[in-house]
């Protein structure tokens, strides 16, 4: 199958997104594919691979397209002003296209800058997602959450994949206080990071000499830095982290936290999980069918969050090994090489019933 996706790899912030495109295009080419990424931007954040080419302009667009001849094309998120001349481009060519959106149909995503999005979607939006042959959203939680653009076309279902890493064993430092890991963009609206500083200011006092809370991102890293600062040396603020450094920071702590308030499928508690790290998540990361047996599920609130951080300190250490175990083995499915399987079959079947029910597409 010959496979364009479209999307923003970053400019300069690596993002969800981002890897997420990166890894699924490399299983799809090991699976025999032909893939080209078109990413919209002359800077990227991660390497030009020979399978990523640099679109910035609509002319060039039109020339990659026509001389690759995709079976289909894939949009990653929504609101990008380019996706809209593309859309037309493949609309009139015959030219298949999915949506994937990555967590940007919820309505508290959607209520953020809601006047312009109502008149894109108006004007734009609402036609590019019905002139498709389908949405793809993670998990069965982002799709019942839709209520923006579910009746415009068919929904599939693809959840984000995982590089597992080989299986290492949850090893406490005994004697040592429990550690927490955030990992995400400092976004407070959506990574609830609001809510987390509330959750410690209510339980500072019972925690300061039994855990300590590391922070990896990028964003409003000096708004972090100063509400945090009152917690002295429990809080540690630092930049991203790749490659060995990120599985460093993920093999020095005990238990992952994401209070987030909106998400699509997060790639950093898959992430967590295959490093065999309990989580503490809230229900609107649409995570919680795969954590409620290796981490805590907490309501999207301060009084919650400061709760499931005292009972993973009262577990600490040995009952989080019996979580840890579970963490490692429901990850197994969530492979790349599995997924990547899984998206030729969606693509194969959306394929098959716009060509069946709309001769546009024949």
């Not at 925690?207 to 009152?230: C, H, M, P, R, W």
């Amino acid at each position: 199958m010959k496979i364009i996706h479209i999307a923003n790899l970053g400019q300069e912030n690596y993002n969800g997104i981002t890897e997420v495109v990166k890894n699924l295009s490399i299983a799809q080419m090991q699976l025999g594919h032909d893939v080209f990424v078109y990413h919209l931007f002359p800077r990227c954040v991660i390497p030009i691979e020979s399978h990523i080419k640099v679109i910035e302009t609509y002319n060039k667009f039109k020339i990659n397209i026509s001389t690759f001849s995709p079976d289909i094309v894939i949009f990653h998120s929504i609101y990008k002003p380019q996706y809209f001349k593309f859309m037309r481009y493949c609309r009139k060519n015959h030219i298949p296209y999915l949506i994937t959106f990555h967590g940007a149909a919820n309505k508290v995503s959607l209520d953020k800058g809601k006047l312009k999005k109502w008149l894109a979607n108006i004007l734009f939006v609402n036609r590019f997602i019905k002139n498709s042959c389908g949405i793809i959203y993670l998990n069965e939680n982002e799709k019942l959450n839709d209520y923006q653009f579910s009746h415009l076309a068919p929904g599939y279902i693809l959840n984000n994949g995982i590089t597992i890493p080989q299986k290492i064993p949850y090893e406490p430092k005994l004697g040592t206080k429990i550690r927490f890991l955030f990992m995400g963009r400092y976004d407070y609206l959506q990574k609830g990071l609001d809510i987390l500083i509330n959750a410690l200011d209510m339980i500072y006092e019972k925690i300061s000499d039994k855990a300590v809370f590391n922070f990896y991102g990028q964003g409003l890293t000096q708004q972090l830095e100063q509400d945090t600062a009152k917690f002295g040396d429990m809080i540690s603020i630092n930049g991203p982290v790749f490659g060995k450094d990120k599985e460093k920071a993920f093999k020095d702590s005990d238990v992952f936290i994401l209070p987030s308030r909106f998400e699509g499928m997060p790639i950093g508690i898959l992430e967590a999980l295959s490093y065999a790290m309990p989580c503490i998540i809230t229900k609107e990361t649409n995570m919680a069918e795969i954590v409620k047996d290796s981490g805590l599920v907490i309501n999207c609130n301060a009084n919650s969050l400061a709760e499931a951080i005292l009972t993973m300190i009262n577990m600490y250490p040995d009952d989080l090994k019996v979580m840890s175990s579970r963490a490692f083995n429901y990850i197994q499915p969530f492979t790349w090489d599995n997924i990547a399987k899984q998206s030729i079959d969606l693509y194969s079947c959306a394929i098959d019933k716009i060509s069946t029910n709309n001769t546009d597409y024949k």
